[in-house]
């Protein structure tokens, strides 16, 4: 089915280890971003790209890396794992609005746990 | 302060309720706005979207924005007990270029419908 497909769903990471979350679309979406889901905080930017090979970050970046070699996939890197980081993480992606199709399509979802 | 505001709730209502959803912004440049819904352990997405002032209805949905007030607005006529859910608003100052990837959530408002 065509959408946006994010692994692993659920990971638990020790303090100060590294770890990459997957995001990939398969609907030829220009837009991609990480958003981190934080209770009473809604959803916030971590970084974004319009399309292979451009990223810039959000307003919460400090500690994760992106790149975007292919428009299909858009990793998340966690450099050093910290507490703070314990969230639930979106991948997203979209059409330019010249395309006529408006707003994004968001993954499941992976539940990170850094103890 | 945050960008856009957004009572967390939660609401609880009795079926067959017109349920009204609000957020307020600071940010005079948003032009887009949409609400996403998002159901328990699940991805949000998108309900409906709307440019600049004005109203926009689908089926039992009316968004409404009122740019002067800053101030936006999701209605729920005859809600269903399958309307619980977490209901985010989001905007975003243009719906193209580098700032289409940064959209900007509510914190989002838990809602209940019991039968």
């Known amino acids: 089915n065509a959408g946006v497909t994010q692994t692993p769903k659920f990971q638990v990471l020790k303090t100060g280890q590294s770890m990459t979350l997957q995001c990939a679309q398969d609907m030829n979406h220009e837009y991609m971003s990480w958003y981190r889901q934080d209770p009473g905080m809604g959803l916030r930017l971590i970084h974004y790209?319009?399309?292979?090979?451009?990223?810039d970050q959000g307003e919460v970046p400090n500690g994760y890396n992106v790149s975007r070699s292919t428009t299909e996939d858009f990793p998340l890197r966690l450099l050093s794992a910290a507490p703070s980081q314990t969230s639930v993480y979106f991948c997203?992606?979209?059409?330019?609005f010249g395309t006529g199709v408006f707003g994004y399509t968001f993954g499941s979802g992976t539940r990170l746990t850094v103890v | 302060q945050k960008e856009v505001e957004q009572d967390p709730g939660p609401l609880s209502v009795p079926e067959g309720a017109i349920v009204s959803l609000n957020c307020t912004y600071s940010n005079s440049a948003f032009q887009y706005f949409m609400w996403y819904r998002q159901y328990s352990r699940k991805g949000p997405e998108l309900l409906m979207y709307?440019?600049?002032?004005g109203n926009k209805e689908d089926g039992r949905f009316t968004a409404q924005v009122d740019k002067s007030s800053k101030y936006i607005s999701l209605f729920i006529r005859d809600s269903q007990p399958s309307d619980s859910a977490t209901y985010l608003c989001a905007m975003t100052p243009n719906a193209g270029g580098t700032s289409y990837g940064k959209l900007t959530f509510g914190q989002g408002t838990i809602l209940t419908v019991h039968p």
């Open positions: 997203a992606s979209s059409y330019s």
């Open positions: 709307t440019y600049s002032s």
């Open positions: 790209s319009v399309g292979a090979g451009i990223t």
